[in-house]
């Protein structure tokens, strides 16, 4: 099996879309580093998560989310599969998550038993700029930590 | 009145809203369509270095980054006024035509597919991938994902990155390919014909075999009679990454063909109120509306007018297929007679899939490519340039002008998709006329096959955004006009 992955995602271009790859870049540092954890930056969904996911036992996605129904920077953790949001995660040309991992588990690949997402409510996901809202940029310490505790369980333990 | 909305439209990059009028009488009176598209890029663009862009458009479009990356790179070739080193073009061409056997791959099976392989009235929740995978086999389904994956890789071998690829400079390339890496390629390349085809065995046995489905191609409902764009090499043939773009007429003689830095003389925009994204036609004939026939300038740019264009593909299994695809349709295997089914646009895909396959193994056998001589480092600046490929989804324009120090003043772009904002609009109005009667009801299916016409040309609006937006239901809308009430709302 390959290392337990947190998977950040977005564009680095779309405002608040861009809380995933900021999320990574700040996690390149030797304060997170932990055995047996992988962090990854991907601006892409659909099939393409396909090959991420294989081979991996946990996977802990960090992205944005546009519920719309608490205010922007809001954190939201839940298990993959238990909201429906996590229906999301994906271009719509592309296929969605849920889809990808039963397609992978369908073609006999090894997909994760465990995915969490850590997901912040976004002010603005369509404004083309390299900067986040304030509300979210606000957001990111408390993600930050969040994704420590989660690395610190899931790198020494085999199941939560 | 009512008026039906369809929002968001299932599997389209970016959200569209369809608005459909329907008289108290069940005819429809009217159907708008329009797009909250993401704007703003052209000014994105200036301020920055002219040859950062072929980096960054990649980040603008989740479905055709390569496209945008051969785009902006070629028209930043031309805004330092360069011409790339043989090798450099012919590995981009490779790469490109990589990219294509996986993007059309995608399309086929997981998004038009559906409604073919899985039926137009079948359930929602069956007509996706995995539907189209219950259908045809799980050994399918995995020759598909290997497909994309040899996609992927090639891209990633010339490109640098897998997905969104870094290595083309003004110039040329930052870097050639090893002879391993060839090798690599030359495999990939012959697996893909093998799956090429396997797909037009599917096409066969699944669509083309299926009389009602045929009969569905060639109906009235999804037919218009318009101008064709297209990229054409020097015989004539259809091609993704470089050469002169040639338009037709709905007769099927030649309207133009031009050098893409030209392409303003002969391309306008319309502007409707409702709409951000702009309405391009033909300059020299006009904007008379929505509506087709010689005296409108609307044009399809897509595998359809690809193929309508063209005198024909420059590999042999494309060329045999293209023969066939014409003798079905219209009964004359030269293409002079062009094919006006939407629906016919899948078809069509398979051709260039087809194509795509062939090309990437006839490609990567050249031995230029291993040349070390990949980039002409620019020695000077002209200030201008405009790139021209054709994305899977239609002929995309990059147009740039830079200051003396390649810093973009201005940007225009016109994407794959807005070629096709008009026939979009027309096919939707078209399906659902043909669709939405007196006292018919309007089922899931009959909305389906309404979005059936709008899926055939695989559109992109928005861009990459990857914000999980929430379930992303079907939401049907029916308003009275008259008072403004929402009398139903239907959810699946």
């Given amino acids: ?160 | 009145m009512k008026s039906i909305v369809i929002d968001p439209i299932t599997r389209l990059e970016g959200h569209g809203k369809i608005h459909l009028f329907v008289n108290d009488d069940g005819g429809l009176a009217n159907c708008y369509f329009q797009i909250p598209e993401l704007r703003g890029f052209e000014k994105f663009c200036q301020g920055r270095p002219v040859e950062e862009l072929a980096r960054i458009t990649t980040r603008i479009c989740g479905v055709c980054p390569d496209a945008h990356h051969m785009a902006a790179a070629k028209a930043a070739d031309a805004v330092y006024g360069v011409t790339i080193p043989p090798a450099a073009r012919k590995l981009r061409e490779l790469m490109y035509n990589a990219f294509y056997a996986g993007d059309h791959t995608t399309h086929f099976y997981a998004l038009g597919g559906p409604d073919f392989v899985c039926g137009p009235d079948a359930p929602k929740a069956e007509r996706n991938i995995l539907g189209v995978i219950a259908k045809v086999g799980i050994d399918a389904g995995k020759k598909v994902i290997a497909q994309r994956a040899r996609g992927q890789r090639v891209i990633e071998i010339i490109g640098g990155k897998k997905v969104h690829p870094v290595t083309s400079l003004p110039g040329g390339l930052s870097k050639g390919i090893t002879k391993e890496e060839q090798q690599e390629i030359i495999k990939i390349g012959q697996e893909m014909v093998e799956f090429a085809k396997f797909t037009v065995q599917v096409l066969n046995d699944v669509v083309l075999a299926n009389k009602a489905y045929v009969d569905l191609i060639l109906s009235d409902t999804y037919t218009h009679q318009t101008y064709n764009m297209g990229l054409v090499d020097s015989n004539g043939h259809v091609t993704f990454y470089d050469g002169e773009v040639r338009v037709t007429a709905p007769d099927g003689s030649k309207h133009a063909q031009y050098e893409p830095k030209n392409y303003l003389d002969y391309v306008a925009e319309h502007v409707e109120p409702y709409s951000y994204l702009k309405y391009p036609f033909l300059k020299k004939v006009g904007w008379k509306g929505f509506v087709d026939g010689m005296d409108s300038g609307v044009y399809k740019a897509s595998p359809l007018s690809r193929l309508n264009v063209s005198d024909g593909m420059a590999t042999p299994l494309a060329q045999a297929e293209y023969e066939r695809y014409y003798e079905t349709l219209t009964g004359d295997r030269s293409g002079k007679k062009p094919v006006h089914s939407t629906l016919a646009t899948h078809w069509a895909r398979v051709v260039e899939l087809v194509f795509a396959c062939e090309a990437t193994l006839q490609q990567a056998q050249d031995e230029e490519i291993l040349s070390p001589n990949v980039l002409n480092v620019p020695t000077g600046i002209v200030g201008e340039g405009v790139g021209i490929v054709e994305a899977p989804r239609g002929t995309l324009t990059h147009h740039y002008k830079t200051d003396q120090n390649g810093i973009v003043t201005e940007a225009n772009l016109i994407v794959g998709t807005t070629n096709n904002n008009a026939p979009i609009t027309m096919s939707i109005k078209r399906a659902a006329e043909g669709l939405i009667k007196k006292g018919s009801k309007i089922t899931d299916g009959v909305l389906n096959r309404i979005e059936m016409a709008f899926r055939a040309y695989d559109p992109c609006f928005g861009c990459a955004t990857h914000s999980l937006p929430g379930e992303m239901p079907l939401e049907v809308i029916v308003h009275d006009a008259t008072t403004g009430e929402i009398v139903e709302v239907a959810r699946r």
């Fill in chain 1, 1 to 160: 099996m390959k290392p337990i992955l947190v998977l950040c995602l977005g564009n680095e271009v779309l405002s608040d879309d861009a809380f995933g790859p900021v999320i990574a870049r700040l996690l390149d540092h030797s304060a997170y580093q932990h055995d047996r954890v992988e962090v990854m930056f991907a601006p892409v969904a659909g099939f393409h998560l396909l090959d991420l996911l294989e081979q991996r036992e946990k996977v802990l996605v960090v992205d944005s989310i546009q519920t719309g129904k608490v205010r922007p920077g809001t954190l939201h953790f839940f298990p993959m599969g238990q909201l429906a949001p996590s229906k999301g995660l994906t271009t719509s040309h592309q296929i969605n998550l849920p889809t990808a991992l039963e397609l992978g588990r369908k073609m006999g690949y090894q997909m994760p038993d465990h995915i969490d997402v850590l997901a912040v409510e976004v002010a603005d996901n369509t404004t083309l700029s390299e900067e986040l809202t304030g509300t979210v940029a606000a957001a990111i310490d408390p993600a930050l930590k969040s994704i420590e505790r989660w690395m610190a369980a899931h790198s020494t333990e085999t199941a939560i």
